[in-house]
């Protein structure tokens, strides 16, 4: 895509279909007169008297003590600078959205304008009551610690310039396990940082809480070492001022033990690195371009320990990872600030996290068999379903113990619970799709590339990595799409119509005629099949010419999973293809079966259905808990379709014992576990929370998954065909463009789950005594 053509996008984004990133929604009813009532005037007296009563009041009855400002001037925006207030907007609405989908912190942005530092100190102040805490963003140094430092002392909620402590937090927890990594001692190492600004300055500061010596310490910026000498600086880069004579980085990069990057790409070389000390930890974390490159840095050095501040290389010091959490813990416990002690909790907390036994999800979602503690991996993965059970507990504990909670937790079972619960609130499982794609991508057919929607969707594939699309159509149609969408970069089109696919078509007719010359098909007939876009693609992926397939936008289903049936066989013990649709809820992934292929399976089918729905659960990294949804509970009807849902579950029961999956039951008690552990405790499924419905015919799956869709706004990926031994997948007739490249991400996973499963079982083959 041009640097034009993605400028657009971008602006799109921001503008369609409302301008903005966030917005504001109603938390109570408000469907009737006694409702508003309530809601306004006359009823809302009553909080607003105990309130005055009681300042303390306002965290019972009003969303202060959810509710985040996130504040800026505009003067250092990212790399753009000082760039105002109303520029900086989208930026701070785009920090709002991150506390909401990682943390569950509600968020008002606020851009002031003004760059003196009392008249913002002031009018934070002055604001200041509406909100549990304050992050301080993009505000150039060194006002940028004078109004911190100010607020801190004169506001009694959390404040933090996460520009400065986030960084700080997590690169600490990264230095902490690289050093154990490197079996070395923070008092005793050289640190050499580039760059003095907020964020160095934070790093820095707090390395030094963690043992670091400041005599061990030496910071460089644009104009060279900070000496005491030096007259053009703050008090506090002098702090780490060296009473000594100037010298190059170059020269401090020998024998050094650590490298502190925060300021411009590119300017550490080989012969710095090689005359660092024998395990040398670098933390290049200038963005978009590290300090010095991650593939020439190992290259040079087998025994580094690298980390920087791209997604795309291994330990990522990505502020994500901290700043959600940390006023998580600190409003959580009502703390009257974010002092040390809470930092310091947070970044052993981080560190430590990375030590433990990293969940399936994430191994999935990054693509690795397994991560472990180690040169690769010495902080947490963003996508990490640990880190809100993890980091809060530990920040609330320190507000605690410090005395700056004025609500402490009583209950810290309840609490976590309560953590985990809030994660189900974004769409965190579809950029572990996406992300889990782009460590393999595969080779997929867009069936229907003439479409623009589809077209589109295939070019997004394509510049997200997520795999290499092959566009089947009328080249000349789609060359002017492609012209339309500014989709400039090469891709294989294919129209199975042309002469020039003539060679291909035949190969393919003859091997589709192999496979259905028994079910009345004739090899004239086969030729004829072989014109169509279906067939020519199903016959693609049963070749090996492609890796997965996506069709149906423009077509209706059965029409466009006939050619799959015929040629794509079952997958070894299946008997039935079914399928399933993954919904990305308020409560977290849902899984819903068999929304598009078996109208009325019997209870042998049915249980294979969930059984293969479990099975397609654990392939996203989630643990499935099934229920086999009936208009009955346990036995209380003798109607044949109730029965039918209970011997599925007792076949369940006896051959796959291990699955958690119980039935027959009602949607409400299968999705409320309170209820369901009051009326059933004796049921498999009490207290878990269920993620699996398995309805009993295609009728009520398709019908509610559908009235989700609309009703409540649900993400729906999906029909996820279930069953075939090859993976190909038929959208639903009209599927938007996000659900499409969704589909693609999840056909490309499917493609590395075969391609894997075949690996080893070639493998195993080869074991074979022969």
């Known amino acids: 895509m041009s640097e034009e053509s993605k400028r657009r996008e971008a602006l799109v984004y921001h503008a369609k279909p409302q301008p903005g990133k966030i917005k504001i929604v109603p938390t109570k009813k408000y469907s009737s007169q006694r409702d508003l009532s309530l809601a306004y005037s006359p009823g809302v007296a009553q909080p607003c008297l105990e309130i005055a009563k009681d300042k303390a009041n306002v965290y019972k009855y009003t969303t202060k003590g959810n509710l985040m400002a996130v504040i800026s001037n505009g003067t250092a925006v990212l790399g753009l600078g000082d760039i105002g207030p109303e520029a900086s907007k989208p930026v701070m609405e785009g920090k709002g959205l991150l506390f909401k989908i990682f943390a569950d912190l509600d968020c008002f942005d606020i851009e002031v304008d003004t760059t003196n530092v009392e008249e913002f100190i002031q009018t934070v102040k002055n604001i200041a009551p509406t909100f549990g805490g304050i992050n301080l963003e993009d505000i150039k140094a060194p006002e940028a610690f004078e109004i911190e430092r100010r607020l801190k002392e004169e506001l009694d909620i959390p404040v933090m310039h996460d520009d400065q402590h986030g960084t700080a937090i997590i690169s600490s927890a990264a230095?902490?396990?690289?050093?154990?990594?490197?079996?070395?001692?923070?008092?005793?190492?050289?640190?050499?940082?580039?760059?003095?600004?907020?964020?160095?300055?934070?790093?820095?500061?707090?390395?030094?809480?963690?043992?670091a010596k400041k005599e061990n310490i030496m910071m460089y910026d644009v104009d060279g070492l900070i000496t005491t000498s030096r007259t053009d600086l703050g008090d506090m880069q002098m702090q780490f001022a060296r009473d000594m004579d100037t010298v190059s980085m170059r020269e401090a990069f020998k024998n050094a033990d650590v490298f502190l990057g925060l300021s411009v790409g590119n300017i550490v070389d080989e012969d710095m690195l090689l005359?660092?000390?024998e395990n040398p930890i670098v933390f290049a974390m200038a963005n978009p371009?590290?300090?010095?490159?991650?593939?020439?840095?190992?290259?040079?050095?087998?025994?580094?320990?690298?980390?920087?501040?791209?997604?795309?290389?291994?330990?990522?010091?990505?502020?994500?990872?901290?700043?959600?959490?940390?006023?998580?813990?600190?409003?959580?416990?009502?703390?009257?600030?974010?002092?040390?002690?809470?930092?310091?909790?947070?970044?052993?907390?981080?560190?430590?996290?990375?030590?433990?036994?990293?969940?399936?999800?994430?191994?999935?979602?990054?693509?690795?068999?397994?991560?472990?503690?180690?040169?690769?991996?010495?902080?947490?993965?963003?996508?990490?379903?640990?880190?809100?059970?993890?980091?809060?507990?530990?920040?609330?504990?320190?507000?605690?113990?410090t005395g700056v909670a004025k609500e402490p937790i009583q209950d810290w079972e309840k609490y976590e619970e309560q953590l985990l619960t809030r994660m189900g609130s974004d769409n965190k499982l579809v950029r572990l799709i996406l992300n889990r794609a782009r460590t393999n991508p595969k080779r997929i057919v867009f069936a229907e590339a003439d479409q623009l929607d589809v077209l589109k969707a295939a070019q997004i594939v394509l510049e997200e990595g997520i795999g290499t699309p092959i566009l089947l159509g009328r080249r000349e149609t789609i060359e002017e799409l492609k012209e339309e969408l500014e989709f400039d970069q090469p891709c294989l089109i294919i129209d199975p119509k042309s002469d020039e696919e003539k060679a291909r078509r035949d190969r393919y007719a003859e091997e589709f005629w192999k496979i259905r010359k028994r079910k009345g098909v004739t090899l004239f007939d086969a030729g004829k099949f072989l014109r169509q876009r279906n067939y020519f693609a199903a016959m693609m992926v049963e070749m090996g010419d492609a890796d997965g397939l996506i069709t149906g936008f423009a077509q209706s289903y059965p029409r466009a999973i006939t050619p799959m049936l015929e040629i794509i066989g079952r997958a070894p013990g299946v008997d039935k293809v079914a399928s399933t649709n993954l919904m990305i809820t308020q409560r977290g992934p849902m899984f819903i079966s068999d929304t598009s292929i078996n109208i009325d399976p019997d209870a042998i089918e049915l249980a294979k259905i969930a059984q293969m729905t479990g099975r397609t659960a654990q392939l996203f990294g989630i643990t499935p808990n099934i229920a086999m949804i009936s208009y009955g509970n346990f036995g209380s009807s003798e109607h044949p379709n109730a029965v039918k849902v209970r011997n599925a579950v007792k076949y369940l029961h006896q051959y796959y014992p291990d699955l958690v999956v119980d039935g027959e039951l009602q949607a409400d008690f299968a999705l409320n576990s309170e209820l369901l552990q009051d009326k059933f405790p004796f049921s498999k499924l009490a207290g878990k929370k269920v993620n699996t419905l398995v309805f009993p015919n295609l009728e009520s799956a398709n019908s509610t998954y559908k009235m989700m869709k609309e009703l409540n706004g649900t993400d729906s990926i999906g029909p996820i065909l279930l069953g075939l031994q090859k993976p190909v997948h038929v959208v639903q007739l009209g599927a938007s463009v996000d659900e499409i490249v969704n589909m693609a991400a999840v056909a490309v996973i499917d493609a590395q789950q075969k391609e894997s499963y075949n690996r080893s079982l070639q493998l195993k083959r080869s074991q074979q005594p022969q």
């Open 175 to 211: 230095l902490l396990n690289a050093l154990e990594l490197a079996d070395k001692k923070i008092e005793d190492v050289k640190i050499v940082v580039s760059g003095a600004g907020s964020a160095a300055i934070s790093c820095t500061s707090l390395y030094v809480k963690l043992g």
């Open 275 to 277: 005359s660092m000390n």
């Open 289 to 401: 371009v590290p300090e010095v490159d991650y593939n020439l840095a190992i290259a040079t050095r087998d025994d580094i320990i690298m980390a920087t501040g791209r997604s795309d290389h291994p330990n990522q010091v990505n502020n994500v990872l901290g700043f959600p959490f940390i006023f998580r813990g600190a409003l959580d416990v009502r703390a009257t600030t974010i002092n040390e002690e809470m930092k310091l909790a947070a970044t052993h907390a981080i560190a430590s996290l990375a030590k433990e036994p990293v969940p399936e999800q994430v191994n999935i979602a990054y693509g690795e068999l397994k991560l472990t503690f180690g040169r690769d991996y010495i902080i947490p993965k963003p996508f990490d379903p640990r880190l809100i059970s993890t980091i809060p507990p530990a920040v609330a504990k320190a507000a605690m113990e």
